[in-house]
Every structure is written in structure tokens, then in C-alpha cells.
């Protein structure tokens, strides 16, 4: 492929669904339109849907490959994995560890952060409830200081993006704080915390409901806990693992819908197993069964992440809870790139943009993946 060509004969995803064509140039995106096409190279992708690359802010790994550990190569098979199915731009997951394991891992995966692999590193935990811990090493978490928090971001350099921790733990408050004074995202989730514990922490500066329901004091007629808080904070960014088995499509609707495009993130919470057969994995230091693509924990049957990938969320989004197709593109695009701060670099087909775009056949199945004005090879 040359370095320019124009992208014709494609459903193109902007602030609408129009027939129309992308101009590739450098590395970007240079022109979209409709009509007729500029000359230049043509590549025609015949009637199929053309929208931005994806963009997931909650990943552990894939292709057999995890972020917990201190391997690059393991990381880039999971990076790799995901970009095959139109993941242009990843934030990697770590979850919990003891802080100077934590530190180690963060210092090996900084280097893919800086190579451009990854758009950075999100710590879910340790400080988190041990009462909705779910699929996290129980003796690892450990309540929220600043000597520690400040050590972690210090490990990342700048590349630790979102730190997810449960706000009703001594010095909660104080870490969100913290994390949102030093421009990181502070993400509530793994939370037994009740109403009243989770406001101070949106006071504070937390803009992130982590995965939703899950790993949370359920809602109550009577006590709404953090999801009804969440779910009704304006300030708040919801994330939610659109596989359909931690969600019912109904709650995904009913959510999504809720907040609207404005505050609806689609995330995969993908473990290694991710785009693997099915098996025994590990996830941190737990044991994981993966069977019929479901990662469960060894010990206890819990939900253990996901094997999920963005194209089948954003295709459980659409066909699964009945969103469409703006909807879905903000959720997987436009939103989560506004959230790390890199809307003007991904997360749209705008001219200046990178050429990050996924191509859907009809049953919205990506046939091809461009990142960065370069075809990703499939196999």
C-alpha cells in the first residue's frame, strides 16, 4: 500500500451514516467526504461500514498474553490480539499485586507506553473492598496512602493513566484527590460503599464508574449504593462489559441509555484468554477456568474478566441491547478517547486525526483494521 490512498465505496461514520469516502495520508486521515472521490490510490471496500478505531480503557490482556506480568512480549500479544479486532488504542490493565510487583510490572509495560503500543496503564486496585474483590488476590489489597499512590505514579512516569479504588477506605477520599490533582483518572469500582461514602469521592474528583454493576453493592430500591449514584451523576463516565453475560442486554440499555452518549464507555475487561482456546489460565495470581469462552475463578465459580473483544461489543451493543450505530461508535470511540484527553490525536474520522478506522461487514464483523495509515495483517 502506498502512503496516500483514499478509502471509497464505504458507509462512512461521522456525526452521521452517509456513502462516502476517507482520504489516508502520512499517517492521517487528511480528508473525509462525499460524493465524488479525489484521485489517488483507491481502495474500495464495497458497501461495508467504515467507523474510528476502538478505544478500550479496561484490558488485562489476550492472545494467551497478560499485563501482570514483566514480559513485553507477552504484553504485545495481547496488544496485538486486540488490534485484530480493531483496538487501535489500549490502555493496559493491571490488577492487584503487592505495590513493589505492581511497580515492576508498570516499569516494563511503561516502555511499550512510550513506544506507542499502548495509550497507557490503568491500576485496578489494590485498594479496593475486599468484600467485592471478585476476581482480585484478596491478600494483595491494602487501603490507599499517599506515600503509595505517589510511588505507583512515580513507577509510571507519566504513563499511569487511571487508578480504580473503592472510596469508602480510610484515606479513599484523600487518594481520589490525590490522583485527580495529578491529572490521573480516578475511577470508582470494586466498591461496597453506600451513598453516602460515594458522593465525597465525585466531590473529590472521580469521573469513572468502573465496570458498572459488577464488582459493586448492588442497587436497592432502598439504598442505592454507588450504581444508582453513578448512573446518576452527571460528572460520572460509566463504564460497561458489554459481553452480555456480565450484563443482561436489558441493563445494558437500560444504562447506556440512562447516560446517554455522553457518558457511556464500552470496555472489555478482557483477561489472557482473550482470543485463546478455552482452558486453565491466571489472571494476577488466581487460577482461572475459561470454558465456552466464560473466565470464571478456580476457587469459586466468580466471573473472572472477560474474552471479550470491542468489534463483538460494539456488535452486542447494537444488535444485542438495540443502541445504534452513533451510539455505538461514541461508546467505543469518540468517548473513551475524550476521556484520556487524546480526542484531538483518535477516536473519530476527522480530517488531522489519526488514520486509525475498522471496517464492518454486514453482520458488523471487521474484514479489515487501519492503524495509523497501516493495514493490521489478520493473521
Known amino acids: ?48 461500514l467504515v467507523v ?30 486486540h488490534r485484530r ?23 516494563a ?5 512510550d513506544d506507542g503500543e499502548l495509550a497507557g496503564i490503568h491500576l485496578e486496585g489494590p485498594f479496593i473492598s475486599k468484600a467485592r474483590c471478585g476476581a482480585h488476590d484478596p491478600a494483595a489489597l491494602r487501603e490507599p496512602d499517599s506515600a503509595t499512590v505517589a510511588a505507583l505514579l512515580a513507577a509510571g ?23 485527580a490533582e495529578a491529572g490521573v483518572i480516578a475511577a470508582l469500582g470494586h466498591t461496597d460503599g453506600v451513598e453516602e461514602q460515594i ?31 453513578l448512573l446518576e451523576d452527571p460528572r460520572v463516565t460509566v463504564e460497561l462489559i458489554c459481553d452480555l ?35 486453565s489460565y491466571v489472571l494476577g495470581r488466581l487460577k482461572v477456568d475459561v470454558r465456552d469462552g466464560v473466565a470464571t475463578l478456580a476457587r469459586n465459580g466468580s466471573l473472572a474478566g472477560s474474552t471479550l473483544t470491542m468489534d463483538v461489543a460494539f456488535r452486542n451493543l447494537v444488535l444485542g441491547a438495540g443502541l445504534d450505530l452513533l451510539d455505538a461508535v461514541h461508546a467505543t470511540s469518540g468517548k473513551p478517547a475524550e476521556l484520556l484527553g487524546i480526542s484531538d490525536r483518535v ?3 476527522r480530517p488531522g486525526l489519526s488514520a486509525d478506522l475498522v471496517v464492518l461487514d454486514a453482520d458488523l464483523r471487521p474484514s479489515r483494521v487501519l492503524r495509523r495509515g497501516e493495514w493490521v495483517t489478520f493473521s
Open 245 to 279: 453475560v456480565h450484563l443482561h442486554p436489558t441493563i445494558v440499555r437500560l444504562a447506556a441509555k440512562h447516560a446517554g452518549r455522553g457518558r457511556t464507555v464500552l470496555i472489555t475487561d478482557a483477561m489472557s484468554a482473550t482470543g485463546a482456546p478455552d482452558g
Open 157 to 179: 512516569g507519566g504513563s499511569v493513566r487511571m487508578v480504580t479504588l473503592a472510596p469508602e477506605l480510610p484515606g479513599g477520599v484523600k487518594a481520589v484527590r490525590q490522583l
Open 199 to 229: 458522593r465525597p469521592a465525585l466531590d473529590a474528583g472521580a469521573t469513572v464508574a468502573t465496570h458498572l454493576f459488577n464488582g459493586m453493592r448492588p442497587l436497592h430500591h432502598r439504598e442505592p449504593g454507588p450504581i444508582g449514584v
Open 85 to 107: 479486532h480493531g483496538t487501535t488504542t489500549l490502555l493496559a490493565s493491571l490488577v492487584s499485586d503487592p505495590v513493589p510487583v505492581l511497580r515492576s510490572q508498570i516499569a
Open 109 to 113: 509495560l511503561r516502555e511499550l507506553v
Open 347 to 349: 477516536g473519530a474520522l
Open 1 to 48: 500500500m502506498s502512503e496516500g490512498f483514499v478509502l471509497t465505496g464505504g458507509l462512512i461514520v461521522t456525526d452521521e451514516v452517509a456513502d462516502g469516502w476517507v482520504a489516508v495520508s502520512g499517517g492521517l486521515i487528511a480528508e473525509v467526504g462525499t460524493g465524488p472521490p479525489p484521485p489517488g490510490e483507491q481502495v474500495d471496500v464495497e458497501g461495508a
Open 52 to 81: 474510528p478505531g476502538f478505544v478500550d480503557i479496561h484490558n488485562h490482556g489476550g492472545g494467551g498474553g497478560s499485563f501482570s506480568s514483566t514480559d513485553p512480549a507477552a504484553a504485545l500479544s495481547a496488544v496485538r490480539t
